[in-house]
């Protein structure tokens, strides 16, 4: 999925632009892409991951595009410890087609 994805080089430079220093996880595991967001405080959210969260918020959303979102909490605990963004390869690949084309119609 690293050829011409433009959705993660988007999101990279995004973050860069927002000062963000956090490295992204974006994996394929059959028919899902999933980016995951590693929890680095021990009480709440941080606010890298947060940030994040607000950007593929921001820039997913207006394109119609679907995703779910999932919480993983530190066994026996309220510990936050990652959020992973899921797309269906097919959405994923109609967003960066969308992108590509410059088609930011939903």
Not at 25 to 31: A, H
């Amino acid at each position: 999925m690293k050829q011409n994805d433009y959705y993660r080089n988007l999101l990279k430079r995004l973050c860069k632009a927002n000062n963000i220093s956090r490295k992204l996880k974006f994996e394929t595991i059959e028919e899902l892409v999933v980016i995951n967001l590693k929890n680095h405080l021990k009480d709440g959210v941080d606010l890298e991951c947060f940030k994040i969260l607000n950007l593929i918020h921001q820039t997913v959303i207006p394109l119609g595009i679907k995703f779910n979102q999932q919480l993983y909490l530190y066994p026996d605990g309220d510990r936050l410890d990652r959020v992973a963004i899921t797309f269906n390869k097919s959405d994923y690949l109609l967003l960066n087609k969308k992108l590509e084309e410059g088609d930011i119609s939903n």
